[in-house]
Every structure is written in C-alpha cells, then in structure tokens.
C-alpha cells in the first residue's frame, strides 16, 4: 500500500479515536450516538467513489418491506441510480430506496454480544429485501457493517 495512503489512514482513524474519547463526555446517549455516527460518517465520506454518499434513515424495498429498525446508523448509497427521498434539502437523513443502497453500517459505543447479535439479524433481513428491477436481475447485495468503539 501506498505510504501516504497508509499514513492518511493512521492519522484519520487515530483523529477518530480521539474524537470519540472526547464525546465521552457528552451525557445524553442519543447525542453521543449520533455524534459517533458522524465521526464514522466523516472517516469514509473522503475515501467514497464520486456518486457514493453517506445518509442515515430507513431502507425500503420494492415489497414495502421495512427493516424492524428505527433507523440505519449509515447508509452507504449510490446517488446516480434512483434519487433517496430526503426530509430536507441539506439534510441527509431519509428513505433510501434498497436498489441504491451499498452498505449499511451500524455504529456502536460498547459492542455487546446481544449486539453482535442484532446486527447479524439486521444483515440477514437486508439479505431478504428485493430489488425493484426486472425478475432474474443480478444486482450485489448490500454489505452490513459494523463499527465499535468498544466491545465487552
């Protein structure tokens, strides 16, 4: 690999590290959860092909079928295939059509084992949405991550 490259990625994942000891400090969990989830945003946002994009919101399918979560911590999608319905202009929180989505990525501050559990859950719901193309269309699943910032 590259050394820049290298040392780029040292220095963002050591930046995010102190970032999220930092946010330790902020007392709502929601808040901090969120805070995080922009952190993460904010590492892979600069490394994303030019029509990829982060948001966070609800992925949809062609069946109506909705994942059981509130909400996805990040969605990794596709802009140029089928626009996501955003709640405002320079908002990116919103429904994201499961034919854009790239990946989805759960962010955690203490990753349980009941965690590992769920998104492993998630995932496999994720795996059981259709695409809206034709029948016999060949598309790549979405890949389920997920990033802890501890684990017990």
Not at 40 to 62: E, K, Q, R, S
Not at 64 to 83: G, H
Not at 93 to 99: A, L, Q, R
Request: net charge positive; hydrophobic share 50%; with cysteine.
């Amino acid at each position: 690999m590259n050394t820049y490259i290298r040392s780029r990625l040292r220095a963002d994942a050591a930046h995010l590290v102190a970032r999220a000891k930092a946010e330790e400090f902020i007392v709502h969990k929601g808040l901090r959860g969120r805070f995080r989830e922009l952190l993460v945003d904010a590492i892979l946002a600069p490394w994303l092909p030019p029509y990829a994009a982060c948001g966070t919101g609800m992925i949809v399918d062609i069946d109506d079928k909705v994942r059981e979560a509130t909400q996805e911590d990040i969605v990794i999608f596709d802009r140029s295939l089928v626009p996501a319905v955003f709640a405002h202009n320079s908002a990116m929180e919103g429904v994201f059509p499961f034919d854009v989505v790239l990946s989805r990525v759960e962010v955690k501050s203490i990753l349980t084992r009941a965690d590992l559990r769920r998104a492993v859950l998630a995932s496999k719901e994720i795996y059981e949405m259709h695409f809206c193309g034709p029948h016999g269309r060949t598309a790549a699943m979405p890949i389920s991550a997920i990033f802890a910032f501890k684990s017990i």
